[in-house]
C-alpha cells in the first residue's frame, strides 16, 4: 500500500469514526470506546485467566483498559483526531508499512471481559485492520472471571466459558443461558464431549458466513440477539450442509423466512396464540359468496405418518382420524397419505407439495424440523403438527389437553383402590405429562383423601408395571404390555387373577380436531387469524379432542362421578389445577385462587407432594427415547425430583 493510499484509508476510517461519533453524541451516549475500569468498577471479579496468544474476533474488540487512549477513537474504533495530528500520521505510517509487510503480525494486548475485549497495547493497529475490514486479529488475552450470580448474563457467561473450554472459539456468544448446550446437541455433542479440529472448521466457517451476512437491519427486529443466536435458530430449521452451501443470497432469504419465529418472545406472547377451543367463524353473506367464488374446487391435504398405520397404534389412531374427515366432507377435499422416515421427510414433504398439497398435517412431533423448513420454503402452505410445543408463525401445532382425561381416571382410581397405591406409568418426561401426572394425583385425592401415586416411567430401564405390582399397586394409569391392553389403548387398569383388566380408555378424537380444523380452514378462520403470529390448537373435552371410554364392568355409582367429572369439564365448573398443591420439596405451586395460563399447565415441570417417584432427565431414558425426549424437553427446573 503506498503513502497515497493509506492517506485516503484514513480519511475514509476518520469519515466512519466522524459519523459514528455525531450519531452517538446526538443520541446522548458516549461515542468513544468503552473503558473496562469503569465497567468492573460496578461487577466484582472473583480472578483472572491467561488465555494466551490467540486469534480474536474484531467485532468483539470493543473497548480500551482505561481513559487515557479512549479519545483518539470513536466506538467503531475509527479514528476522530484530524488528519494533521500526529496520532494520524503514526496511523498511516502503520498503514503503510506494516501491509507492505504482508499485514500485521505483532499481537494485540488486551483483556477480556464477558465476551468483549479490551486493548491495552495496539488500539491503532486495531482500529487500521477493523478500517480495512478485517475479521480477526492475533491477541494476548487476560480474561477477567466474574462472580457468579443467577443473572442471566453472567449465567450465560459461565457456559460460554465452558464451551471456550471445549472448542476454544470466541466466535459463538449468546445472549440467554441454555443456548451453548442446543448448540452441543446440533453437533451431536455433550459437555463431556472433546471437539476436532474438522468440527470447529465447520462450526467457524457457519460463524463467518453469518457474521457476513446477518447485518443491523435484521438485529433491529430481532432485540438482544446476536448473530450467533439467529445461527442456532436456523440450524434448529435447515442442516448444516443447506447453511454451508447456500449462497449470501439464499442465506439471507433462508434467515428471513424464520425472522418472524425468532422475534416471538414465548413467554411474553404465546398464552394469547394457544387456541383452547375450536374457532368460531362469524362470517357475513358478503364475505361468505366471495369465499365461495374463490374457494378451490377440493382442498388438497396430505398426512404425513413417520409408521405404517397397521404397525402402530399413534399412527393408526390418526389415520382413522383422517378418514372420519373424508366422511365429513367428502368431495369438499382431496386427501393423500405419506409415510416416511425423519432421514427421509424433506424429500417428502417437498413431493406433497409437488403434489397439489395445500394443508399438510404431520402426525409425529419428531419431524417438526422437516415441517419447518418445508413451511419456510412455502409460505402460502398450511402446515401443522401433531406437537405440544412452542408454536412457530409458519408451524401450527394440534395437540389434545390429555390432563383433563387423566384427572377423570384419577378420580375413579381413588374410588376404587381401597386405600392401596395406585401407579401410573407415563412414557417420555416431555412437555405436558407433568400436568397429566399430577392432574391424575389430584382426581385420586378428591375420592379418596390419603391416595399416593406411585410414578414409574416406560422409557426407563425395566419393568415398570411389574415395579408397581410389588409396590402394592393393582390399579396402574398406563397400557400394560397385554394383546387386551394394546387393543384398548391407554387408560386405566386393574390387575386381578393374573390379568390386566381395562376400566377406563382414554378416547384421543383426532377425527374430530382434524375436522375443525379443516372446517376453519375451508370458512376463512385460518386467514382471519393471521393477526397471530403462531398459534397452537390444544383442545380438550369442551373441543371434542379428549375423552374417556367407560368399561361395563364398573358399578353405576363410579359411572355417575365420572360423568359428573365429564361433564363438569366441558362446561368449564371443574378445573383441576384450582386448588392448593405443593411440589416434593414442599414448596407451594397452586395458591387455589388463581387458574394457571395454558402455558404454565404446558410447561409445568414438577410433581405433586402426592407423587412418589422423580423426573427423568433426557440422558437417564432408554436410548430409544431420548430424541423425543430432548425435543420437547421441560423447561429447565430448580433440580431433580425426588
Same mark, same amino acid.
Given at each position: 500500500m503506498s503513502r497515497t493510499d493509506a492517506i485516503q484509508q484514513y480519511r475514509a476510517a476518520l469519515k466512519a469514526g466522524q459519523k459514528y461519533y455525531n450519531t452517538l453524541t446526538a443520541q446522548r451516549k458516549s461515542p468513544y470506546p468503552t473503558v473496562l475500569d469503569d465497567l468492573m468498577s460496578e461487577t466484582q471479579i472473583s480472578g483472572q485467566q491467561l488465555i494466551g496468544t490467540v486469534d480474536i474476533p474484531l467485532s468483539l474488540v470493543t473497548g480500551t483498559l482505561t481513559a487515557g487512549r479512549k479519545f483518539a477513537f470513536a466506538g467503531n474504533y475509527?479514528?476522530?483526531?484530524?488528519?494533521?495530528?500526529?496520532?494520524?500520521?503514526?496511523?498511516?505510517?502503520?498503514?503503510?508499512?506494516?501491509?507492505?509487510?504482508?499485514?500485521?503480525?505483532?499481537a494485540i494486548k488486551c483483556m477480556e471481559f464477558m465476551g468483549r475485549f479490551y486493548v491495552i497495547e495496539g488500539h491503532k493497529r486495531v482500529s487500521v485492520l477493523k478500517s480495512l475490514g478485517a475479521m480477526s486479529i492475533m491477541a494476548e488475552v487476560t480474561r477477567m472471571v466474574p462472580v457468579w450470580t443467577d443473572a442471566p448474563e453472567i449465567r450465560a457467561y459461565y457456559e460460554f466459558m465452558r464451551f471456550h473450554k471445549l472448542t476454544g472459539m470466541y466466535q459463538v456468544q449468546f445472549s440467554v443461558p441454555g443456548k451453548y448446550e442446543r448448540l452441543l446437541k446440533k453437533f451431536g455433542k455433550t459437555w463431556d464431549d472433546p471437539w476436532t479440529h474438522d468440527e470447529c472448521s465447520v462450526?467457524?466457517?457457519?460463524?463467518?458466513?453469518?457474521?457476513?451476512?446477518?447485518?443491523?437491519? =435484521? *438485529?433491529?427486529? %430481532?432485540?438482544?440477539? @446476536?448473530?450467533? #443466536?439467529? =445461527? *442456532?435458530?436456523? %440450524?434448529?430449521?435447515? @442442516?448444516?450442509? #443447506?447453511?454451508?452451501?447456500?449462497?449470501?443470497?439464499?442465506?439471507?432469504?433462508?434467515?428471513?423466512?424464520?425472522?418472524?419465529?425468532?422475534?416471538?418472545?414465548?413467554?411474553?406472547?404465546?398464552?394469547?396464540?394457544?387456541?383452547?377451543?375450536?374457532?368460531?367463524?362469524?362470517?357475513?353473506?358478503v364475505r361468505q359468496l366471495l369465499d365461495d367464488l374463490s374457494r378451490p374446487d377440493a382442498l388438497k391435504i396430505a398426512f404425513v405418518y413417520t409408521t405404517q398405520p397397521d404397525s402402530s397404534n399413534w399412527a393408526a389412531a390418526h389415520d382413522e382420524g383422517r378418514k372420519r374427515l373424508e366422511e365429513a366432507f367428502e368431495n369438499q377435499i382431496f386427501v393423500k397419505t405419506y409415510v416416511t422416515t425423519r432421514e427421509t421427510a424433506d424429500e417428502v414433504l417437498e413431493k406433497a407439495v409437488e403434489e397439489g398439497a395445500q394443508v399438510i398435517f404431520v402426525t409425529a412431533p419428531l419431524l417438526m424440523g422437516p415441517a419447518r423448513r418445508i413451511a419456510a420454503l412455502h409460505p402460502a402452505l398450511k402446515v401443522l403438527v401433531c406437537a405440544l410445543s412452542v408454536p412457530y408463525t409458519g408451524v401450527r401445532t394440534y395437540y389434545a389437553r390429555i390432563y383433563e382425561a387423566k384427572f377423570v381416571l384419577g378420580a375413579i382410581a381413588g374410588a376404587l383402590c381401597q386405600g392401596e397405591p395406585i401407579g401410573c406409568v407415563a412414557k417420555y418426561p416431555i412437555l405436558g405429562v407433568p400436568a397429566a401426572i399430577n392432574a391424575f394425583a389430584l382426581g385420586a385425592r378428591l375420592t379418596c383423601p390419603d391416595a399416593r401415586i406411585l410414578l414409574e416411567w416406560s422409557c426407563m430401564p425395566g419393568?415398570?408395571?411389574?415395579?408397581?405390582?410389588?409396590?402394592?399397586?393393582?390399579?396402574?394409569?398406563?397400557?400394560?404390555?397385554?394383546?387386551?391392553?394394546?387393543?384398548?389403548?391407554?387408560?386405566?387398569?386393574?390387575?386381578?387373577?393374573?390379568?390386566?383388566?381395562?376400566?377406563?380408555?382414554?378416547?384421543?378424537?383426532?377425527?374430530?380436531m382434524y375436522q375443525k380444523i379443516v372446517r376453519s380452514i375451508l370458512d376463512g378462520g385460518w386467514n382471519q387469524s393471521e393477526v397471530a403470529p403462531s398459534v397452537n390448537y390444544w383442545w380438550g373435552m369442551q373441543g371434542g379432542a379428549?375423552?374417556?371410554?367407560?368399561?361395563?364392568?364398573?358399578?353405576?355409582?363410579?359411572?355417575?362421578?365420572?360423568?359428573?367429572?365429564?361433564?363438569?369439564?366441558?362446561?368449564?365448573?371443574?378445573?383441576?389445577?384450582?386448588?392448593?398443591?405443593?411440589?416434593?420439596?414442599?414448596?407451594?405451586?397452586?395458591?387455589?385462587?388463581?387458574?394457571?395460563?395454558?402455558?404454565?399447565?404446558?410447561?409445568?415441570n414438577w410433581l405433586s407432594e402426592y407423587v412418589t417417584g422423580s423426573l427423568p432427565g433426557p440422558d437417564e431414558v432408554l436410548e430409544m427415547s431420548r430424541e423425543t425426549t430432548k425435543l420437547l424437553a421441560l423447561p429447565a427446573g430448580e433440580g431433580k425430583n425426588v
Open positions: 475509527m479514528p476522530i483526531l484530524p488528519e494533521n495530528s500526529e496520532f494520524a500520521a503514526k496511523w498511516i505510517s502503520l498503514c503503510e508499512s506494516q501491509l507492505d509487510e504482508g499485514g500485521i503480525h505483532d462450526l467457524a466457517s457457519l460463524c463467518l458466513k453469518f457474521s457476513r451476512n446477518v447485518d443491523q437491519r =435484521m *438485529l433491529q427486529r %430481532l432485540p438482544d440477539m @446476536t448473530y450467533s #443466536d439467529v =445461527m *442456532l435458530e436456523c %440450524l434448529e430449521v435447515y @442442516t448444516q450442509d #443447506d447453511l454451508l452451501k447456500a449462497e449470501n443470497a439464499q442465506l439471507q432469504k433462508m434467515i428471513a423466512a424464520i425472522i418472524p419465529d425468532m422475534a416471538l418472545n414465548p413467554e411474553e406472547t404465546e398464552d394469547a396464540h394457544i387456541s383452547t377451543t375450536p374457532e368460531v367463524v362469524d362470517k357475513s353473506i419393568d415398570p408395571y411389574q415395579a408397581l405390582l410389588d409396590a402394592g399397586a393393582k390399579i396402574v394409569s398406563g397400557q400394560p404390555g397385554t394383546a387386551d391392553a394394546l387393543r384398548d389403548g391407554s387408560g386405566l387398569y386393574m390387575y386381578q387373577d393374573g390379568n390386566w383388566t381395562s376400566l377406563v380408555r382414554e378416547v384421543w378424537n383426532w377425527g374430530r379428549i375423552n374417556v371410554k367407560l368399561s361395563d364392568q364398573l358399578q353405576s355409582g363410579t359411572v355417575q362421578l365420572a360423568n359428573i367429572l365429564r361433564n363438569g369439564l366441558v362446561g368449564g365448573t371443574i378445573r383441576p389445577f384450582l386448588c392448593p398443591m405443593r411440589d416434593q420439596q414442599g414448596k407451594e405451586r397452586l395458591d387455589g385462587e388463581r387458574w394457571l395460563t395454558p402455558i404454565e399447565i404446558m410447561h409445568m
